[in-house]
């Protein structure tokens, strides 16, 4: 049974920064993708960065790239987002996912294990 839980979630001011994780648990053999998306209040879930698990690469969307960084620490079976100058568009209910397509992949369909989310709120 694969389980996703994020946590780190919190409220910061413009321009902190923020670590996310994701615990990692029952993940299908030869599953190479993870991702992080987010949700705001009244808008669909955006697509954020992904990691490539075996290397490490990153991908990012253009808004937060240069800002937020993806990492992994495998042994720990943890994925984290690193957030730094967090600006006002920010703020958004933030979920890992496992992606089921082999490739880096920003449709939120191309992901199939999703985590509960974690709540970040920036405050100006």
């Known amino acids: 049974q694969v389980q996703l839980v994020e946590s780190g979630g919190d409220s910061v001011e413009t321009g902190g920064s923020l670590r996310l994780s994701c615990e990692v648990s029952?993940?299908?053999?030869?599953?190479?993708?993870m991702s992080w998306f987010r949700q705001a209040p009244g808008k669909a879930r955006e697509y954020v960065a992904t990691?490539?698990?075996?290397?490490?690469?990153?991908y990012y969307s253009a808004s937060v790239r240069d800002r937020f960084t993806i990492s992994q620490d495998n042994a720990k079976r943890m994925v984290y987002l690193k957030m730094d100058s967090l600006k006002p568009e920010d703020p958004a209910m933030y979920y890992c996912?496992?992606?089921?397509?082999?490739?880096?992949?920003?449709?939120?369909?191309?992901?199939?294990?999703w985590g509960q989310g974690t709540q970040v709120t920036v405050s100006s």
């Open positions: 996912a496992v992606a089921h397509v082999d490739y880096s992949s920003s449709q939120a369909a191309d992901h199939d294990y």
């Open positions: 029952g993940l299908p053999a030869g599953r190479r993708f």
């Open positions: 990691i490539l698990r075996y290397s490490g690469w990153g």
